[in-house]
T-cell receptor
Framework: DQQVKQNSPSLSVQEGRISILNCDYT??????FLWYKKYPAEGPTFLIS?????DKNEDGRFTVFLNKSAKHLSLHIVPSQPGDSAVYFC????????????FGKGTLLTVNP | KAGVTQTPRYLIKTRGQQVTLSCSPI?????VSWYQQTPGQGLQFLFE???????NKGNFPGRFSGRQFSNSRSEMNVSTLELGDSALYLC?????????????FGPGTRLTVT
């Protein structure tokens, strides 16, 4: 049973445009959500997170939106740059002392110059 | 500050053998988690250690085990290797105060079982 789903295995956008990566979850106990970026031959790198008490969090070109009623979150990258090309993982945590992250299977983002 | 380091980076083993992977967390981080990444299953949580105690465990068979030392370094062991154990094994560390949510990953150990 996949509790965190990223239904788009890949996404291709033009440089300068917006990239929108989507993630759905099923576990109502999740209360903290994170996005990680992963380049080949490297470990995932933390990008941005959001607590369930918020519906939006921004950090520079990256914004994460959370819709709790729909159990959906999205990552917006504006403007997209070729260096953003990587696999993006959505992850969720039920917080407290639970350090277990549940990951989606990832979306490969390609930003074309 | 040095990042999370994992050794070895690459490993080839034969089915039935056992393997030990090592992880050194970021200095000051006391929580270490292990994940398995495969093309089919993505990133899956193995276990998490804090102050030498296993606090969380994923849904993996008992062949997968781990431990943490007093300096927070951690090892994971896989016994009686199977072909399906071929994967990238990632270690992540975090520090209290962040809720353990922002985990910092090492580059991983690529294990190939033949």
């Amino acid at each position: 049973d996949q509790q965190v789903k990223q239904n788009s295995p890949s996404l291709s956008v033009q440089e300068g445009r917006i990239s929108i990566l989507n993630c759905d979850y099923t576990n109502s106990m999740f209360d903290y959500f994170l996005w990680y970026k992963k380049y080949p031959a490297e470990g995932p790198t933390f990008l941005i997170s959001i607590s369930s008490i918020k519906d939006k969090n921004e950090d520079g070109r990256f914004t994460v939106f959370l819709n709790k009623s729909a159990k959906h979150l999205s990552l917006h990258i504006v403007p997209s740059q070729p260096g953003d090309s990587a696999v993006y993982f959505c992850a969720a945590n039920s917080g407290g002392s639970n350090y277990k992250l549940t990951f989606g299977k990832g979306t490969l983002l390609t930003v074309n110059p | 500050k040095a990042g999370v380091t994992q050794t070895p980076r690459y490993l080839i083993k034969t089915r039935g053998q056992q393997v030990t992977l090592s992880c050194s967390p970021i200095s000051g981080h006391r929580s270490v988690s292990w994940y398995q990444q495969t093309p089919g299953q993505g990133l899956q949580f193995l276990f998490e250690y804090f102050s030498e105690t296993q606090r969380n465990k994923g849904n993996f068979p008992g062949r997968f085990s781990g431990r943490q030392f007093s300096n927070s370094r951690s090892e994971m062991n896989v016994s009686t290797l199977e072909l399906g154990d071929s994967a990238l094994y990632l270690c992540a560390s975090s520090t209290p105060g962040t809720g353990g949510d922002e985990q910092y990953f090492g580059p991983g150990t690529r294990l190939t079982v033949t």
